[in-house]
């Protein structure tokens, strides 16, 4: 049986890569930060069924003990770091916190995985928001990096870090280069699952209206379901690489709000205020990802569309609003 140690457990993405694993026939163990709130750390994993069979375990990302305790205690074949202050709008707001975890966070890591001599295979959850502002109007892996905000640029340093320990000491090291994936486990505050809650709350009359910001950027949007997938081929390839994971089709946030308010007969121009509060200092206006190296190498291609995935966010939400209501 093989062994998995995922940080970021708590998240989208580590609740749906957890029950990937599982279904594999891994054991699982996630690391979690210490919370005044136990459960909190559980509830993506509680809400798909698994909070059971998982091994939740404390450790934080700037503290490189925690990560050699870990390390030593769980002796995983794989080590999937999707840990990271992960919204891009507070980076500006703490940029020096999202610095130390999402850049240092990846250091730290790498270095507990080298210091425990561990024959260990590594992912990082590294970002399509690394283009920043776009050099080419679809991204690949030869794209040249332009971030844009103090995340992007942490997520860089995450990157080539990554590269760094694979070149310099032959880690099994691999980076997927992600764009935006989404789900109804998304966190409130990124736009596709700030719409599709307002949209169910709409719907019940339980709030009137929705107020965003840059309703222009495009985004290239899949199902994080789909995304665990290729982190998971990563590590089964005998060598390692970066590779970027897309749909190809990329929609502006207009787009999507009008998709999801339609999902439940509403009109989104009833209901959507711009407010300037929202714009970010400096924008990402449009990513498009080329996912070819990753079809081609890993038999990767996404499952779920656009349509389907904003109907799925939109119908959990009605579904959870109306239960609480
Ligand atoms: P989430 O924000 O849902 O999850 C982030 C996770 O990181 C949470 O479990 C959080 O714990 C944990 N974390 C935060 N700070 C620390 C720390 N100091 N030490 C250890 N863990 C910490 O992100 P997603 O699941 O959406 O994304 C997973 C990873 O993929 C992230 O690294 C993200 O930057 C990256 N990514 C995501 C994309 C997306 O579209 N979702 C696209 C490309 C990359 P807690 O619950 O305690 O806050
Ligand atoms: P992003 O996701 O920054 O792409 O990062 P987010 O959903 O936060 O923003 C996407 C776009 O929507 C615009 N926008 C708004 N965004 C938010 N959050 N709230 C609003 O009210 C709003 N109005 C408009 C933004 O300006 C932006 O253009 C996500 C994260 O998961 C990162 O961790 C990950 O690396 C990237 O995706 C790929």
Redesign the pocket.
């Known amino acids: 049986m093989k062994t998995a140690l995922i940080?970021?457990?708590?998240?989208?993405?580590?609740a749906y890569l957890a029950q990937l694993l599982l279904e594999k026939g891994y054991h699982v163990a996630g690391?979690?930060?210490r919370?005044s709130n136990p459960d909190?750390?559980r509830a993506r994993l509680r809400w798909l069924g698994i909070a059971d069979e998982v091994e939740i375990l404390d450790?934080?990302?700037?503290d490189l003990s925690s990560l050699l305790r870990l390390l030593t205690r769980v002796r995983p074949d794989e080590v999937y770091n999707?840990?990271?202050?992960?919204?891009v709008a507070l980076s500006w707001q703490q940029p020096i916190l999202t610095g130390e975890?999402?850049g240092m966070?990846v250091f730290n890591l790498l270095e507990a995985v080298r210091l425990s001599n561990l024959p260990v295979r590594f992912y990082q959850?590294?970002?399509?928001?690394m283009f920043g502002k776009a050099q080419a109007p679809l991204q690949s892996e030869t794209t040249p990096f332009y971030p844009r905000s103090p995340y992007a640029v942490a997520?860089l340093a995450g990157h080539w870090i990554t590269v760094n320990y694979r070149e310099s000491f032959g880690l099994h090291a691999s980076s997927g280069i992600?764009?935006?994936?989404?789900s109804p486990l998304?966190?409130m505050e990124f736009v596709t699952r700030k719409i599709t809650n307002a949209v169910a709350g709409i719907k019940l009359g339980l709030n009137q209206g929705l107020e965003l910001g840059n309703l222009e950027a495009t985004r290239d949007w899949g199902h994080?379901r789909d995304y665990v997938k290729a982190m998971w081929l990563m590590m089964q390839q005998d060598s390692p690489g970066d590779y970027v994971i897309a749909t190809g089709h990329s929609v502006s946030i207009r787009s999507f709000c009008e998709i999801a308010f339609r999902h439940a007969g509403l009109d989104y121009r009833d209901h959507v205020r711009v407010n300037p509060a929202f714009f970010r200092p400096a924008e990402v206006d449009c990513l498009r990802g080329d996912a070819a190296k990753a079809h081609q190498a890993l038999g990767w291609a996404p499952q779920v569309g656009l349509e389907a995935l904003a109907a799925e966010m939109v119908e959990a939400d009605l579904h959870r609003l109306s239960r609480a209501a």
Do not use: P
């Open positions: 940080t970021g457990i708590s998240g989208q993405d580590g690391m979690a930060r919370c909190q750390a450790g934080d990302l700037t999707l840990g990271a202050q992960s919204f975890v999402t966070g959850a590294s970002s399509s928001e997520k992600l764009f935006n994936h989404e998304r966190g994080a």
